[in-house]
């Protein structure tokens, strides 16, 4: 079954970021190669001492769906006035909700990311919000009228797996929209182990961008993606305290 | 005459455009958002928006993020 949020489909179920790579061509390179759909960008200030320098060039729109994040906003009010001016800079409605008040965690602030929530879907954004593995919040927001929730495995840009998964599996057996592991992934493993509780997608952008060859491990998370999803559609097995004998137990006559 | 853009003053010529502004920051129009004195300015009038003396103008984009 393919992921629908908000009435669009899309066929991988990974997730890209555009940040931290060395260059915008090998950016391209690496979001063609991960097969990703949705991609998160950032709005700031063009760098006047640097004014060619424009990921927007090599990304082709009708390839890749924006996600405008509002990353830098420190409390609901600025959420919101980046999330208007990412609308206005034609953004579109799509949007990853963040508030993250303190720089060193980056850990996000719930309580105005549920007030920005609630003004952003009045405001007819798709709102997909990064929240911490709160099951409580991830019902809250989705009472409010988001499109997805976005718990963390662990914190932005610390390649430290799921430190969450118990609560992202209390997320998502709760869930009434989809489920996307965003943050901390730094392995395809990690986003592997995400597929297979049955998350509907992850979001990857610093394991793929700061990789020795950001290309190949694009491809080896969308690999990991697309086997933990089969995984968890096929139905794992229940994990065990005693051990239970793969080859038959009788049989064994002609020994004794 | 001067105007400032992004904090940093600027020097242009009486009568440029937006367009032309950012023709000579070398920045492409179609992937950057304008504000002018607080206001949003639409791209469609890029060509022919005149920035006035102390004109406080916000060029805004699109940049890599997660």
């Known amino acids: 079954m393919m992921l629908t949020i908000a009435g669009r489909v899309f066929r991988s179920r990974l997730f890209g970021g555009t940040g931290k790579f060395s260059s915008p061509q090998v950016m391209k390179e690496a979001l063609d190669a991960s097969g990703c759909e949705m991609v998160t960008v950032a709005l700031r200030r063009v760098d006047l001492a640097n004014p060619q320098d424009d990921i927007m060039s090599v990304l082709d729109r009708r390839k890749f769906l924006f996600l405008p994040n509002t990353s830098g906003a420190r409390d609901a009010d600025e959420a919101v006035r980046l999330a208007r001016l990412a609308r206005a800079a034609g953004g579109g409605d799509w949007l990853k909700l963040e508030v993250t008040p303190d720089p060193r965690t980056l850990l996000p602030d719930p309580v105005e990311t549920l007030k920005a929530a609630e003004i952003l879907v009045r405001d007819g954004f798709i709102v997909l919000p990064y929240i911490n593995a709160d099951p409580v919040l991830a019902l809250r927001l989705q009472d409010v009228g988001v499109a997805a929730v976005m718990p963390l495995g662990s914190p932005i840009g610390t390649n430290q797996g799921i430190l969450t998964a118990f609560q992202i599996s209390i997320i998502i057996a709760q869930a009434r929209v989809p489920v996307v592991v965003d943050a901390g992934l730094g392995a395809p493993s990690h986003a592997a182990q995400a597929m297979e509780m049955g998350a509907d997608a992850v979001l990857v952008n610093t394991a793929i961008a700061v990789a020795g060859d950001p290309v190949r491990m694009a491809r080896a998370f969308a690999m990991a993606v697309e086997a933990g999803r089969e995984a968890y559609e096929s139905g794992l097995g229940e994990k065990r305290l005693e051990a239970d004998a793969s080859s038959p137990a009788g049989g064994l006559d002609f020994l004794r | ?66």
């Open chain 2, 1 to 66: 005459m001067i105007i400032i853009c992004n904090d940093e003053k600027k020097e242009i010529r009486p009568g440029t455009t937006i367009a032309a502004f950012l023709k000579d920051l070398g920045v492409t129009p179609d992937t950057v958002f304008v504000e002018c004195n607080g206001v949003i300015i639409r791209r469609d009038a890029y060509e022919t928006h005149e920035l006035s003396e102390g004109a406080r103008l916000e060029l805004i984009r699109f940049v890599g993020g997660g």
